[in-house]
């Protein structure tokens, strides 16, 4: 999910106003992750009523499952999988429309206050990745069940978007890697964005808060999925992607972006 924030992010730029040719946001931006903060969100695995495990990020992501190696609903277009991998191990697939997304494999340590999950797959492009994210325990003692937190995420391959201007106040924009793109006008209403790899019913809708600062609206099916602001630098070289979930302000996340 927080790779979809930060996709449908990128896609508010051309909502400065008549943006020429030469505007500093045209050209090609690609994410630094060691100038980037993506840790301190945090999410909660529990026992549902009917003996189904239960996912929640407190915010807008909630869905059960089991641990069976059956396919299960998650959110979206999305399907889950959990298979038991060992001692506190487990391995997960997710796919959308039957189509596999990603492969990912958890494991908790010895002393059960840490849970690494390495996950690899590949991007539309034809391009592989492995990114790997530690959480820290916050409540619980054993096994997946407890809330935990983000410490460490380490991306193997960074995300990289292209905009470009097709006429005054008109922007197109392109994902490369996962071939999700977007075109038109911005005006603060909900606008489609469309890729491969991005829920149906997605969209934007954003508002100029000054030259250099814009801020955000994801929506999935009408429904906010998530906010962010985004700040352009003053020399033009770099911008800040901050972005959260509804309802967890205080968990926000962000993405540090080097123009090319």
């Known amino acids: 999910?927080?790779?979809?924030?930060?996709?449908?992010?990128?896609?508010?730029?051309?909502?400065?106003?008549?943006?020429?040719?030469?505007?500093?946001?045209i050209g090609t931006w690609k994410l630094d992750p060691a100038k980037s903060h993506f840790t301190g969100d945090t999410f909660t695995y529990s026992k549902a009523a009917d003996?189904?495990?239960?996912y929640s990020n407190g915010s807008t992501v909630k869905f059960e499952f089991a641990i069976d190696g059956k396919e299960y609903k998650s959110v979206y277009d999305r399907t889950v999988t959990w298979t038991a991998a060992g001692d506190n191990a487990w391995d997960t697939v997710i796919k959308a429309n039957g189509k596999v997304l990603s492969k990912s494999h958890r494991q908790i340590s010895p002393d059960g206050k840490t849970m690494t999950i390495t996950s690899t797959g590949t991007r539309p492009d034809g391009t592989s990745f492995t990114n790997d994210l530690v959480f820290t325990r916050v409540t619980g003692t054993k096994g997946l069940v407890g809330e935990w937190r983000t410490t460490k995420v380490t991306i193997s391959a960074p995300d990289s978007v292209v905009i470009s201007s097709l006429s005054p106040g008109t922007m197109h924009w392109d994902y490369p890697a996962y071939k999700d793109s977007f075109e038109g006008k911005f005006d603060g209403t909900d606008l489609p964005f469309t890729g491969p790899t991005v829920p149906s019913g997605t969209t934007i809708s954003c508002k100029v808060l000054s030259p250099q600062k814009i801020s955000y609206e994801n929506k999935v099916d009408g429904k906010i999925t998530g906010y962010g602001i985004l700040t352009l630098a003053a020399d033009g070289k770099s911008f800040?992607?901050?972005?959260?979930?509804?309802g967890k302000e205080s968990e926000k996340g962000t993405g540090f972006y080097e123009k090319q």
């Open 51 to 54: 003996g189904m495990m239960q």
């Open 240 to 246: 800040t992607d901050v972005s959260w979930d509804p």
């Open 1 to 25: 999910m927080k790779k979809l924030l930060l996709v449908c992010a990128l896609t508010v730029f051309g909502a400065l106003p008549a943006l020429a040719a030469d505007s500093p946001w």
